[in-house]
């Protein structure tokens, strides 16, 4: 499965301390191989590297905070599961969730690797 990221997340990814992605549909399972992009179907794409799915779960994110399918698969703060994902916080993570889909509740999957 190809998973393309934004420009922004490129260091991070290329130096591991990004190991997740939040998107509304997780059309992938536990083994499966993921290949990384970033600007995939444009002119400007670039593969970035490959690595295993190892556990998609349910997430929920909402001013008030966040909810999973299963809490103990994810950092224990909001915050820390925001710097997972590579934001500074868990409010830059919304914000960036409400520039991106409009505010009010996000829900999708949690694909890590």
Not at 27 to 40: E, K, N, S, V
Request: with cysteine.
């Amino acid at each position: 499965m190809a998973i393309s990221f934004q420009e922004q997340f490129v260091p991070m990814l290329l130096a591991g301390t990004k190991r997740q992605t939040l998107r509304r549909t997780a059309r992938c399972r536990p083994g499966d191989r993921l290949q990384i992009y970033t600007g995939l179907r444009t002119k400007a794409c670039r593969k970035l590297g490959e690595a295993i799915c190892l556990f998609v779960d349910y997430c929920a994110l909402r001013d008030s905070g966040l909810t999973f399918g299963n809490k103990a698969l994810h950092p224990p703060t909001a915050d820390g599961f925001a710097q997972a994902d590579g934001f500074k916080d868990y409010d830059a993570m919304i914000a960036w969730f409400h520039g991106k889909y409009g505010p009010g509740e996000f829900v999708g999957r949690i694909i890590k690797w």
